[in-house]
């Protein structure tokens, strides 16, 4: 009786699928440990996810995986999203300008999800970053360049709502000293990420408005810390702002 629950149907389907899609394969026993529920339970759910095509269950391991249906329909949404097909070619052009990785993202709550990603294709390094996933605005040079587009209270607002603790030895955790740092990028039109998510890894950012609401979009260049000097920094930042000034017009227009 207790799957009558739609809501609760639901909000298992949705876990099996989320706990799939970070753990990979896994066996009834294991899936039912970490979703805490009883092996008929679990069977139950994953019957009704291999019906709908979203699970497949290996003939041999007896392990359940997701399918590539998820992926499609992901892509699927992704085809309708106006602002891609506005920043898709400037995004483009910047990592061939630069030859580096672009990413592009969304501001949601306390963090920056990645809606879109270019990848550097003369370059060995890839970045780890993937489309969907999400980063913090407090050490994130997509986050700051946000932040610092708001006003000092909102940006302080946030600021509270976050987790912020170190990431890395170069992660800012101090608001005096984070408040100072806002100042520099409103300063400058752009900001920096100086491996303060991850070691070894430097960023340049400039935020994009939407319409009315500020701070909605960031987009980046990311590379490994041995090709981004200060003076490549300088030299990038040309060309960020040049795309921030294309872009915005574009962009508050949808």
């Not at 992704?78 to 672009?102: A, F, N, P, W, Y």
């Not at 890395?168 to 806002?182: C, M, N, R, V």
Request: proline share 2%.
């Amino acid at each position: 009786m207790e799957d009558k629950n739609p809501i609760q149907v639901a909000g298992r389907l949705f876990q099996t699928v989320e706990t799939l899609a970070q753990t990979g394969p896994g066996s009834l026993a294991e899936l039912s440990q970490k979703l805490g529920l009883h092996k008929s339970t679990m069977h139950r759910v994953l019957s009704s996810l291999i019906y709908m095509d979203y699970v497949k269950q290996d003939q041999d391991t007896g392990k359940y995986s997701l399918t590539y249906k998820l992926l499609q329909v992901s892509n699927q949404a992704m085809d309708h999203v106006d602002i891609l097909k506005v920043v898709r070619s400037k995004m483009e052009t910047l990592s061939q300008i630069s030859g580096e990785t672009v990413h592009f993202v969304e501001r949601v709550g306390t963090e920056a999800v990645y809606i879109d990603k270019v990848e550097a294709r003369q370059n060995a390094v890839r970045m780890v970053s993937r489309v969907g996933s999400r980063i913090p605005l407090y050490c994130s040079a997509v986050g700051k360049a946000m932040l610092a587009s708001l006003s000092a209270e909102k940006a302080r607002e946030i600021w509270k709502r976050s987790d912020v603790r170190p990431l890395t030895e170069y992660t800012i955790t101090d608001w005096e000293e984070f408040k100072k740092e806002l100042e520099k990028i409103r300063n400058a039109g752009y900001a920096l990420d100086n491996e303060e998510n991850e070691l070894g890894v430097r960023c340049i950012a400039a935020s994009i408005s939407s319409g009315s609401e500020k701070a909605r979009y960031a987009f980046s260049i990311s590379a490994p810390v041995n090709r981004m000097t200060d003076k490549r920094m300088r030299e990038l930042s040309v060309y960020v702002l040049r795309t921030q000034e294309e872009l915005e017009p574009l962009v508050k227009m949808l």
